[in-house]
T-cell receptor, first 118, second 111 residues
Framework: GAVVSQHPSWVICKSGTSVKIECRSL??????MFWYRQFPKQSLMLMAT?????????EQGVEKDKFLINHASLTLSTLTVTSAHPEDSSFYIC??????????????FGPGTRLTVL | GQQLNQSPQSMFIQEGEDVSMNCTSS?????WLWYKQDPGEGPVLLIA?????ELTSNGRLTAQFGITRKDSFLNISASIPSDVGIYFC???????????FGTGTSLTVIP
């Protein structure tokens, strides 16, 4: 159980276009979803946290107008990179957590989406 | 955010050798997590540690929660080629609502 999927797994787009990435929890309801960005050979950097039906909370330095997050249901969150530029090329990973069962909210990670902006 | 530093940054070892890596923090954590990330994939949880001094195993992997609560260690015994990947430590924030990830240790196993 606790499977998270992402779509697409990779995408190539032209500079200036927008790209939408989907994150789904397949077998559980995710009260919270997280979006991370990972550059080559670097760690995961949290971009934003979203709860179903409410606005996402963005980390410092992340432009909310550029990275639009919609957590429309308990099983789906989307990240839209608007007006993408080559510096937005990265590996985007989502995670989802269900109701708290321990001292922390366990996160289940998706397989990631590789975005390349030409 | 919290800084979690891992060492070594990378390792190149022969198949069959044992591996040790560690993670240190400037602040204490109540939980330590160890993840493995295969190339082009998301992280997968290997081991979770919940109290200082705890030693937990998962197959050939053994992890320890440091007594000071500011560090943790991961050991892999008798490495095999499929151990290749990046290993991350992570600690939940005080509220438990978000994770801080370490800088990662890249492991290459030479057959």
């Amino acid at each position: 159980g606790a499977v998270v999927s992402q779509h697409p797994s990779w995408v190539i787009c032209k500079s200036g276009t927008s790209v939408k990435i989907e994150c789904r929890s397949l077998d559980f309801q995710a009260t919270t979803m997280f979006w991370y960005r990972q550059f080559p050979k670097q760690s995961l950097m949290l971009m934003a946290t979203s709860n179903e039906g409410s606005k996402a909370t963005y980390e410092q330095g992340v432009e909310k107008d550029k990275f639009l997050i919609n957590h429309a249901s308990l099983t789906l969150s989307t990240l839209t990179v608007t007006s993408a530029h080559p510096e937005d090329s990265s590996f985007y990973i989502c995670s989802a957590s269900r109701d708290r069962r321990s001292s922390y909210n366990e996160q289940f990670f998706g397989p990631g989406t590789r975005l390349t902006v030409l | 955010g919290q800084q979690l530093n891992q060492s070594p940054q990378s390792m190149f070892i022969q198949e069959g050798e044992d591996v040790s890596m560690n993670c240190t923090s400037s602040s204490i954590f109540n939980t330590w997590l160890w993840y493995k990330q295969d190339p082009g994939e998301g992280p997968v949880l290997l081991i979770a540690l919940y109290k200082a001094g705890e030693l937990t195993s998962n197959g050939r992997l053994t992890a320890q929660f440091g007594i000071t609560r500011k560090d943790s260690f991961l050991n892999i015994s008798a490495s095999i080629p499929s151990d290749v990947g990046i290993y991350f430590c992570a600690g939940p924030s005080f509220t438990g609502n978000q994770f801080y990830f370490g800088t990662g240790t890249s492991l290459t196993v030479i057959p």
